[in-house]
C-alpha cells in the first residue's frame, strides 16, 4: 500500500480530493440527499466491526452493512426528528487528508485516505479515526461511489458509544 | 434513613417504583459488585469462538479479566487473566491461540491449562513459586449449557442448570433452530454508554418504548414491506398479537410476540428458512417449530445476557458496568450452521437494520437512556421511576412491564435480602413433551 504505483494516474489526486472534500462538506452540512446522489444504484457502504478491521461486513457482523436501499432508508431516517440520536443533529467537523490513489482502471479508481471526524452533540465532544477505501467510479467531469468503506481505528467504540450519523 | 428501600412493590394498588438512586449510588455499584456480580452466572462466551485446540478470547466479565479458552488438550478453560507475581495481565490479545502465556513484566510463564511453568530466577526463591502457587486461578465455577458457557465466581451458588431453570427453553429455542447447531458470527459490537447498566437490562425486554423510540425503524420495515412487531394479525402457539410477557425464577424474563414480516428477504432466503423449519418439526414436533420460528423473543438471563430472538436476526448482548453511571457493551450474532451464504448475509443486513451502535434503532435507545440518567440528576425531586405497566393483568402484554418486575424483584432480593413475591406464573410458549426428552 505503501509502495509508489509505476504507472502514472491518469486521474489527479487533487481531483479526487476535490470530490472527497466535497462529499465530506455535504455530510457536514446535512445535505444527506446530495450526499446520496453520489452514489451508484449498486453501492455499498460498509463499516467493519472494530476487533475485525479486515473483515468482510457482508458476512461477518460489522457495523454497517447497507446497499442502495438501506443508504436510502438509512437517510430518510437521519433526517427525521424521530431519529432520536440525532435530534437536534449533531456537530460535525471532519477532516480528509492522507489521500492516495491505489489503483485505475477505465472503470473504477481505487482510493485510500484518512479521517478524523470530531463530533460534538448535547454536551460530549467525541472524536472518531480511521482509514476511508473508496472505490469511486468516473461520471462526467467527477465521479461516483460504488464502495465506500470506513475502517475505525478504534479497538472499540468508547467513550463514543455510537454511529448514529454517517461517516 | 430509608435509602435502603429502593423497591415499591404495593400490590394492592399495582403500582411498582424503583428508587433512582439505585441508577447512580457508588454505593449501590459496589453491593452489585459483591451480590450480584460476585454470586451469579455470569456470561463468558460460546463454544463456537474457540473452535480449536489453544484458541483464546480475552474477555471482561464482572469486572474481572479473563481468558476463556481451549487448552492443548481441547478442554474449554476460564482463567482470571492477572498474574500470580504482581497482577499484570498475562495475555494483552483480544483474541488468537496460544499454548502458553507470558506474563511480561517478570516473565513468569503458564501452560494455556494454567499451570505456572516457567519463573526466571526460580533459583533466587527458597520455595519454589510454582509450587507454592500452582497456576493462573479460575472462577469458582464454569459451566456451560447448549454452547454457551458461564461463570460463577461463588463456590457456594446454585449449579448452572437450577439457576436457568425453565428459562433455558428460551436458550434451546436459538440453539436448536439448525440440527447442526449454531455459532457466533466473527466481529463484535463492543461500545460503551453513559448511563447505568441497569438502564439497560430494562430496555432490552422492553416492549413498550418501541413505538415511540422505534418509529422511525418501523415506518422503514414498513416501507420494505415488513410488518413491525406486534403489530401483526396472527396468533402463534396461543399468544396473540400484542405478545404476552412472562417471568421465571432468579429474575430470567421474557416477552415475546408473533414473528412479522422479513424485510429484505429473497426466495431463496425464504426456502432455507423453510426448510430449517421443516427440520425443526421433524425433531421436535409442529408446535416447538412453531415456537422458535413463528415466535420473537426477548429474553434477559439475570442479570445482564440478554438473548433476542427474532425472525431476522438473534442477537447475543452481555454488560457490566465501569461505574454506576457507565456501561460496557458487548454483542453478537448467531448464525445457524450449515446454511448458505446468502442466507448468512440476509441475516446479517437484517439484524444490521436493528442492531449496534451504528444500527438504525440501537443509537436512539442509547440516547434514551443516556437522557434517563441524565433525568436522574433531578433524584432529590423526583426520587422514583415507575415500573407498573400491565401489573394485575391476568396475562401481561409484550408492552407491558412484567419483566422489569421480575427482574427487579431479583435485584432487590440479592441487594436488600428482601423476598417478594412473584405475579405469576412461568410460561413457555410450547408443549415441552419431547423436547427434554
Known amino acids: 500500500m505503501t509502495s509508489v504505483s509505476e504507472t502514472p494516474s491518469i486521474t489527479t489526486r487533487s481531483a479526487i480530493e476535490e470530490f472527497l472534500f466535497h462529499e465530506a462538506g455535504l455530510i457536514d452540512r446535512w445535505r444527506l440527499e446530495e450526499w446520496l446522489d453520489l452514489f451508484t444504484l449498486d453501492c455499498t457502504y460498509e463499516v467493519p466491526a472494530t476487533d475485525h478491521p479486515d473483515a468482510d461486513p457482508g458476512l461477518t457482523w460489522s457495523l454497517i452493512h447497507d446497499g442502495r436501499t438501506m443508504l436510502e432508508q438509512r437517510v430518510i431516517r437521519l433526517k427525521k426528528p424521530e431519529a432520536h440520536a440525532e435530534f437536534p443533529h449533531s456537530q460535525t467537523s471532519r477532516i480528509v487528508g492522507n489521500v492516495q490513489i491505489l489503483d485505475e482502471t477505465d472503470e473504477s479508481i481505487s482510493v485510500t485516505a484518512n479521517f478524523i471526524i470530531h463530533r460534538a452533540k448535547a454536551g460530549k465532544f467525541d472524536t472518531y479515526v480511521g482509514r476511508y477505501e473508496y472505490e469511486l467510479v468516473p461520471r462526467n467531469s467527477s465521479f461516483l461511489i460504488r464502495r465506500k468503506r470506513a475502517v475505525l481505528a478504534h479497538d472499540m467504540l468508547d467513550p463514543q458509544g455510537k454511529i448514529s450519523f454517517i461517516i | ?437
Not at chain 2, 464454569?142 to 436457568?164: I, M, Q
Not at chain 2, 447498566?197 to 415511540?212: F, Q, R, T
Not at chain 2, 396475562?395 to 435485584?411: H, I, K, T, Y
Request: aromatic share 10%; glycine share 10%; net charge negative.
Open chain 2, 1 to 437: 434513613m430509608t435509602a435502603e428501600q429502593f423497591i415499591i412493590d404495593d400490590r394492592e394498588n399495582n403500582l411498582f417504583r424503583v428508587n433512582r438512586e439505585a441508577f447512580t449510588s457508588e454505593d449501590v455499584l459496589q453491593r452489585e459488585r459483591k451480590e450480584i456480580f460476585g454470586k451469579t452466572w455470569l456470561y463468558v462466551g460460546h463454544e463456537s469462538e474457540i473452535p480449536g485446540k489453544n484458541d483464546f478470547q480475552t474477555r471482561d466479565v464482572g469486572g474481572r479479566p479473563v481468558i476463556f479458552n481451549r487448552d492443548r488438550h481441547g478442554d474449554v478453560r476460564v482463567l482470571l487473566n492477572t498474574c500470580l507475581h504482581r497482577g499484570s495481565s498475562v495475555c494483552r490479545h483480544s483474541s488468537g491461540n496460544a499454548k502458553i502465556f507470558t506474563c511480561f513484566y517478570h516473565g513468569w510463564a503458564y501452560r494455556n491449562s494454567g499451570e505456572l511453568v516457567n519463573v526466571p530466577g526460580n533459583e533466587d526463591y527458597k520455595s519454589e513459586p510454582a509450587a507454592v502457587y500452582k497456576g493462573l486461578q479460575s472462577p469458582a465455577q464454569v459451566d456451560s449449557y447448549r454452547g454457551l458457557y458461564f461463570v460463577n465466581f461463588d463456590p457456594d451458588a446454585p449449579d448452572l442448570l437450577t439457576f436457568l431453570g425453565e428459562a433455558r427453553y428460551f436458550i434451546d429455542l436459538a440453539a436448536d433452530q439448525s440440527p447442526e447447531g449454531v455459532a457466533i458470527l466473527e466481529g463484535t459490537h463492543k461500545y460503551s454508554l453513559k448511563a447505568n447498566w441497569k438502564l439497560l437490562v430494562e430496555n432490552s425486554i422492553d416492549g413498550y418504548h418501541a413505538k415511540s423510540v422505534h418509529h422511525t425503524h418501523f415506518e422503514m420495515m414498513m416501507e420494505l414491506g415488513a410488518t413491525p412487531p406486534m403489530l401483526g394479525k396472527d396468533t402463534v402457539n396461543g399468544i396473540a398479537p400484542a405478545g404476552m410477557g412472562t417471568e421465571f425464577p432468579n429474575g430470567h424474563a421474557t416477552l415475546m410476540y408473533p414473528a412479522n414480516g422479513l424485510p429484505l428477504a429473497t426466495d431463496s432466503v425464504k426456502q432455507t428458512l423453510a426448510g430449517l423449519r421443516a427440520q425443526a418439526e421433524q425433531a421436535f414436533g409442529e408446535n416447538y417449530a412453531n415456537a422458535m420460528f413463528g415466535l420473537a423473543r426477548n429474553s434477559v438471563f439475570f442479570p445482564s445476557l440478554i438473548l433476542i430472538d427474532l425472525s431476522f436476526g438473534l442477537t447475543l448482548r452481555t454488560f457490566y458496568p465501569v461505574s454506576a453511571s457507565e456501561t460496557l457493551v458487548t454483542g453478537w450474532q448467531i448464525i445457524p450452521k450449515g446454511v448458505d451464504e446468502e442466507f448468512v448475509k440476509y441475516r446479517i443486513d437484517n439484524a444490521l437494520t436493528f442492531w449496534g451502535p451504528a444500527g438504525l434503532a440501537t443509537p436512539d435507545d442509547v440516547e434514551a437512556l443516556e437522557q434517563a440518567q441524565k433525568g436522574f440528576g433531578a433524584r432529590g425531586e423526583v426520587g422514583w421511576s415507575d415500573v407498573s405497566k400491565g401489573m394485575g393483568k391476568p396475562v401481561p402484554a409484550a408492552n407491558d412491564e412484567l419483566q422489569m418486575r421480575s427482574w427487579w424483584r431479583e435485584w432487590n432480593r440479592r441487594i436488600t435480602g428482601e423476598q417478594l413475591p412473584t405475579e405469576g406464573t412461568s410460561f413457555v410458549p410450547f408443549d415441552k413433551q419431547g423436547v427434554d426428552a
